[in-house]
């Protein structure tokens, strides 16, 4: 249950009624909020004159339940807004994992190029074996920081583990929680402790009630920018990497307040097929597109085989605006 409380509540009996109801309290500008498990269903008629309106659940997606708060949250990324009454859509490019100062100030020379606002790059990388590159850590944020001040960017990167969330934290415009990473509650915690915004990657074996509830612990800890990134799912199939998930993306977008971001390059895995599936993706009218692109991905250190080279990209992205203007939306 989410309880609205009145403005002039008093403080110590909200204290009281958050113990006694084992309640998270909320605050958001003027609004204090209660939220409880969803199992709660009815109050007690003593808290009646502190309570100015309560909201009921059937599961603990509540936050980010599209019944509290309809339409998708509004997000403000530098100057762009995603989400709420805005029809736009993100582009978020760059490659894999920051590899060197070449290879990102060219990455960052390609989004000037294009006007894309966004650049992404991974500087902790979640690898599948122990001897493979494992990202350049602190020495990459500082390149990706570089690139922002001298092309003005947003730079995108992720946390992998708790360990270094508050670098990434300090660092970066915008937090990507990886897919492996979803289920770490150090990282949950941190992360629902600022006002950052956080692009939630869902996990490759993850349900989408646990993929919003994961996101549900960011909003209850207090950040409010939480958007949710499908990536896809582990199925029978192997001839792709992954499943993209596109029938749960409308689930989403139904029954969530959050904004939608699709990666098309990690669910296919293999370059041929992003562009395709980029504009399916666009079809699908979401807020953002996240697509990993290289300088030479032939030698990149990480994802190699789905990264598209510049002159790929650049034919796919103008061939996105006309998409996103077929569905009333705009590419940014
Ligand atoms: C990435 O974005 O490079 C990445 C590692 O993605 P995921 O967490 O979805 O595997
Ligand atoms: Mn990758």
Same mark, same amino acid.
């Given at each position: 249950?989410?309880?609205?409380?009145?403005?002039?509540?008093?403080?110590?009996?909200?204290?009281?009624? @958050? #113990?006694?109801?084992?309640?998270?309290?909320?605050?958001?500008? +003027?609004?204090?909020?209660?939220?409880?498990?969803?199992? $709660?269903?009815?109050?007690?008629?003593?808290?009646?004159? $502190?309570?100015? /309106?309560?909201?009921?659940?059937?599961?603990?997606?509540?936050?980010?339940?599209?019944? =509290?708060?309809?339409?998708?949250?509004?997000?403000?990324?530098?100057?762009?807004?995603?989400?709420?009454?805005?029809?736009?859509?993100?582009?978020?490019?760059?490659? %894999?994992?920051?590899?060197?100062?070449?290879?990102?100030?060219?990455?960052?020379?390609?989004?000037? #190029?294009?006007?894309?606002?966004?650049?992404?790059?991974?500087?902790?990388?979640?690898?599948?074996?122990? =001897? *493979?590159?494992?990202?350049?850590? $602190?020495?990459?944020?500082?390149?990706?920081? /570089?690139?922002? #001040?001298?092309?003005?960017?947003?730079?995108? &990167? +992720?946390?992998?583990?708790?360990?270094?969330?508050?670098?990434?934290?300090? =660092?970066?415009?915008?937090?990507?929680?990886?897919?492996?990473?979803? =289920?770490?509650?150090?990282?949950?915690?941190?992360?629902?402790? &600022?006002?950052?915004?956080?692009?939630?990657?869902?996990?490759?074996?993850?349900?989408?009630?646990?993929?919003?509830?994961?996101?549900?612990?960011?909003?209850?800890?207090?950040?409010?920018?939480?958007?949710? %990134?499908?990536?896809?799912?582990?199925?029978?199939?192997?001839?792709?990497?992954?499943?993209?998930?596109?029938?749960?993306?409308?689930?989403?977008?139904?029954?969530?307040?959050?904004?939608?971001?699709?990666?098309?390059?990690?669910?296919?895995?293999?370059?041929?097929?992003?562009?395709?599936?980029?504009? @399916? %993706?666009?079809?699908?009218?979401?807020?953002?597109?996240?697509?990993?692109?290289?300088?030479?991905? *032939?030698?990149?250190?990480?994802?190699?085989?789905?990264?598209?080279?510049?002159?790929?990209?650049?034919?796919?992205?103008?061939?996105?605006?006309?998409?996103? &203007? @077929?569905?009333?939306?705009?590419?940014?």
């Amino acid at each position: 249950m989410i309880v609205h409380l009145k403005k002039d509540a008093d403080k110590s009996r909200i204290e009281a009624m @958050a #113990e006694e109801l084992k309640a998270t309290i909320l605050k958001n500008g +003027e609004l204090t909020s209660l939220i409880t498990s969803s199992s $709660l269903k009815e109050l007690n008629g003593e808290y009646e004159g $502190l309570i100015d /309106e309560t909201f009921i659940f059937d599961t603990d997606i509540q936050l980010a339940h599209s019944d =509290y708060h309809s339409g998708h949250r509004e997000i403000k990324l530098g100057d762009n807004y995603i989400g709420g009454k805005h029809k736009n859509t993100l582009m978020i490019s760059g490659p %894999c994992s920051v590899e060197s100062r070449e290879q990102i100030t060219r990455s960052a020379e390609l989004c000037v #190029e294009l006007g894309i606002s966004v650049i992404r790059g991974g500087c902790y990388k979640p690898r599948t074996s122990p =001897y *493979s590159f494992q990202g350049l850590g $602190l020495e990459g944020l500082k390149l990706l920081v /570089e690139v922002r #001040e001298k092309y003005g960017l947003l730079i995108n &990167t +992720e946390v992998k583990d708790a360990t270094h969330v508050d670098e990434v934290i300090e =660092y970066t415009d915008i937090i990507q929680i990886g897919a492996k990473a979803m =289920y770490d509650h150090g990282i949950l915690n941190k992360c629902g402790k &600022t006002t950052k915004p956080v692009i939630l990657k869902r996990g490759f074996g993850t349900t989408l009630q646990e993929f919003v509830q994961a996101a549900e612990f960011m909003l209850s800890g207090g950040n409010p920018n939480i958007i949710l %990134c499908e990536r896809g799912i582990r199925t029978f199939e192997t001839k792709s990497r992954f499943t993209l998930d596109l029938c749960g993306v409308a689930y989403l977008k139904e029954n969530t307040n959050l904004p939608i971001i699709l990666d098309p390059s990690h669910a296919m895995g293999f370059a041929y097929g992003v562009p395709d599936l980029a504009r @399916a %993706c666009m079809a699908m009218g979401v807020e953002g597109l996240l697509i990993e692109v290289h300088p030479d991905p *032939s030698v990149a250190k990480s994802d190699a085989s789905q990264q598209l080279d510049f002159d790929t990209f650049r034919k796919l992205y103008a061939s996105l605006g006309s998409i996103a &203007t @077929a569905i009333g939306r705009k590419l940014i």
